[in-house]
């Protein structure tokens, strides 16, 4: 059984939609991540958050925007969606112990036409 | 700044063989280590991890050696078995990344019966 929860699994819209990913955990951490996987596999850290009203850009620039009202849920919003912003998208908790382990939901397969 | 290189595949076994799958870093300080496995269709979750040299994470047969001196973390294990296809990745966490993870570029390996 999942803790963590991303939904839709899979996505197909059509360019200038506005699109949210949603991602929902039940284990309580303070942080949550999105991670952008290209077809090519490689991982890229876009957003990140270390709790309620905390949010921060990653590593790799993104168009996407994220909130995080509440510890449950870290949804990421594409105002208007193009076909690079095709990937799947990761969601990641961490606890507050920093152990370093990340635990991933199931992802969202997002496809831009 | 801090990241990890890793073999690039698709490798291809068959069933029973040796597994070797190099890793090797670069970071400033002294990071932790981790493999993390992602089977189709699904998110990543951790394999094992190390977090000082020498150290031998280990889990599900695969094992991986924490080498300081080569700065590297290559992932064993000794007889493949066709549930272990999967995609595997390299990942390492250092102290100056406030406890984020780098990712390598992951391996593709899909095992024969």
């Known amino acids: 059984e999942a803790d963590i929860y991303q939904t839709p699994r899979y996505l197909v819209i059509g360019t200038g939609k506005k699109i949210t990913l949603e991602c929902s955990q039940t284990?309580?951490?303070?942080?949550m991540y999105w991670y952008q996987q290209d077809p090519g596999m490689e991982l890229h850290l876009i957003h990140y958050s270390y709790g309620v009203n905390s949010t921060e850009k990653g590593d790799l620039s993104s168009e996407s925007t994220v909130s995080r009202i509440r510890t449950e849920h870290f949804p990421l919003t594409l105002e208007s969606a193009r076909p690079s912003h095709t990937s799947q998208y990761l969601c990641?908790?961490?606890?507050?112990?920093?152990?370093?382990?990340?635990?991933f939901g199931e992802g969202s397969r997002l496809t831009v036409l | 700044g801090d990241s990890v290189t890793q073999m690039e595949g698709p490798v291809t076994l068959s069933e029973e063989a040796f597994l070797t799958i190099n890793c090797t870093y670069t970071a400033t300080g002294y990071p932790s280590l981790f493999w993390y496995v992602q089977y189709p269709g699904e998110g990543l979750q951790l394999l094992l991890k190390a977090t000082k040299a020498d150290d031998k994470g280990s889990n599900k047969g695969f094992e991986a050696t924490y080498r300081k001196e080569t700065t590297s973390f290559h992932l064993e294990k000794g007889s493949v078995q066709v549930s272990d296809s999967a995609v595997y990745f390299c990942?390492?966490?250092?102290?100056?990344?406030?406890?984020?993870?780098?990712f390598g570029r992951g391996t593709q390996l899909t095992v024969w019966p």
């Open positions: 990942a390492l966490r250092s102290g100056s990344t406030l406890g984020r993870l780098y």
């Open positions: 284990m309580g951490h303070d942080k």
């Open positions: 990641a908790t961490s606890t507050g112990r920093d152990t370093g382990e990340l635990f």
